[in-house]
């Protein structure tokens, strides 16, 4: 049976894990398998080669994507979606497997409902994707995050100074919660908690202060990119303790690297599981992890659905700080 692959959304470390999985798996249950370039604009475009054994060699370990990836709103109308399927089957396709984020789900879930066969595997992040403990990239993520927590810590208490740290999460607070609890953070900001409210901010500056009448040489602050302008939060914390401020927005690097093993793992159980649903036959399904077990999940439950923070990981990280 003829199947096919493609990384969509932003890129996460792990994908390659997870192509490397879907095509030797394929492979060995006697399946030939595509890889779409450059995710839902590729398979619009009919931009495809075979991935053989070979092609997918010594990737493992390799961040990013070989399929390489992009953002294709105009993959929301039907018309497009419709254009995609005619290629897959003009190609003998059966079954396509989508590894990516929120987004891309939705993606694959559209295309199931007008009857071509999709599975979808969750990389992300920002672990936002509902319906799996974690998503492929977000380990990788975290202890990227961690690492420069830890640095900054070093240069904050030598100095006597204030790091506000911006890390990704424009919906999601996983990363900031995830990090600032495992990095030691003194103060959290998520985006469903806006730090630039008054009382939010009051409270920071109530914690500043504290802090540096029990002796503490320094504060670190982890903020999601959604939580509100984080130079406004740097400029606010200066103007109201009279203490200096410095502003670290870890950006892209969070989204490279080698991954590690726990993404790398994670990667390749729900590629193999992903190709041999496919090959089976089965659609309208996500692959997830779920309290160490590899699951499936339908579609329409991921894309109706939004991924929550923990409350009770968020109490336990306030009462840490």
């Given at each position: 049976?003829?199947?096919?692959?493609?990384?969509?959304?932003?890129?996460?470390?792990?994908?390659?894990?997870?192509?490397?999985?879907?095509?030797?798996?394929?492979?060995?249950?006697?399946?030939?398998?595509?890889?779409?370039?450059?995710?839902?604009?590729?398979?619009?475009?009919?931009?495809?080669?075979?991935?053989?054994?070979?092609?997918?060699?010594?990737?493992?370990?390799?961040?990013?994507?070989?399929?390489?990836?992009?953002?294709?709103?105009?993959?929301?109308?039907?018309?497009?979606?419709?254009?995609?399927?005619?290629?897959?089957?003009?190609?003998?396709?059966?079954?396509?497997?989508?590894?990516?984020?929120?987004?891309?789900?939705?993606?694959?879930?559209?295309?199931?409902?007008?009857?071509?066969?999709?599975?979808?595997?969750?990389?992300?992040?920002?672990?936002?994707?509902?319906?799996?403990?974690?998503?492929?990239?977000?380990?990788?993520?975290?202890?990227?995050?961690i690492d420069v927590l830890g640095k900054l810590r070093d240069t904050a208490s030598s100095h006597e100074r204030i790091f506000v740290v911006e890390?990704?999460?424009?919906?999601?607070?996983?990363?900031?919660?995830?990090?600032?609890?495992?990095?030691?953070?003194?103060?959290?900001?998520?985006?469903?908690?806006?730090?630039?409210?008054?009382?939010?901010?009051?409270?920071?500056?109530?914690?500043?202060?504290?802090?540096?009448?029990?002796?503490?040489?320094?504060?670190?602050?982890?903020?999601?990119?959604?939580?509100?302008?984080?130079?406004?939060?740097?400029?606010?914390?200066?103007?109201?303790?009279?203490?200096?401020?410095?502003?670290?927005?870890?950006?892209?690097?969070?989204?490279?690297?080698?991954?590690?093993?726990?993404?790398?793992?994670?990667a390749s159980r729900l590629g193999a599981l992903a190709i041999k649903m496919a090959g089976r036959g089965e659609s309208d399904f996500m692959v997830?992890?779920?309290?160490?077990?590899?699951?499936?999940?339908?579609?329409?439950?991921?894309?109706?659905n939004k991924a929550v923070v923990s409350p009770d990981l968020y109490e336990l990280a306030n009462i840490l700080a």
């Open positions: 049976m003829k199947l096919a692959v493609l990384t969509s959304g932003g890129d996460s470390p792990g994908m390659n894990a997870a192509i490397r999985a879907v095509v030797r798996q394929g492979i060995a249950d006697g399946h030939q398998v595509f890889g779409y370039v450059e995710g839902y604009r590729g398979l619009t475009d009919d931009e495809e080669i075979e991935l053989n054994s070979q092609a997918v060699s010594e990737i493992i370990d390799r961040g990013g994507t070989i399929l390489r990836t992009s953002r294709f709103p105009e993959f929301r109308e039907e018309k497009v979606q419709k254009k995609a399927i005619s290629n897959l089957r003009k190609k003998g396709i059966k079954g396509l497997i989508v590894i990516g984020g929120e987004g891309s789900m939705k993606g694959a879930h559209a295309l199931a409902a007008l009857n071509f066969k999709t599975i979808g595997v969750p990389a992300s992040i920002d672990n936002d994707v509902f319906g799996t403990d974690f998503a492929i990239g977000f380990d990788t993520a975290l202890n990227t995050v890390v990704m999460g424009r919906h999601s607070g996983s990363i900031a919660l995830n990090a600032g609890l495992a990095g030691g953070a003194d103060y959290i900001c998520l985006p469903d908690t806006p730090v630039t409210e008054p009382r939010r901010l009051n409270h920071i500056f109530k914690l500043v202060k504290e802090r540096y009448k029990r002796g503490k040489t320094h504060t670190l602050i982890i903020v999601a990119e959604g939580a509100g302008p984080s130079f406004k939060i740097s400029e606010a914390i200066e103007a109201a303790t009279g203490r200096e401020v410095r502003l670290t927005i870890l950006g892209h690097i969070q989204r490279g690297g080698s991954p590690t093993a726990m993404d790398r793992l994670l997830g992890s779920s309290g160490g077990n590899i699951t499936a999940i339908p579609l329409i439950e991921v894309s109706t």
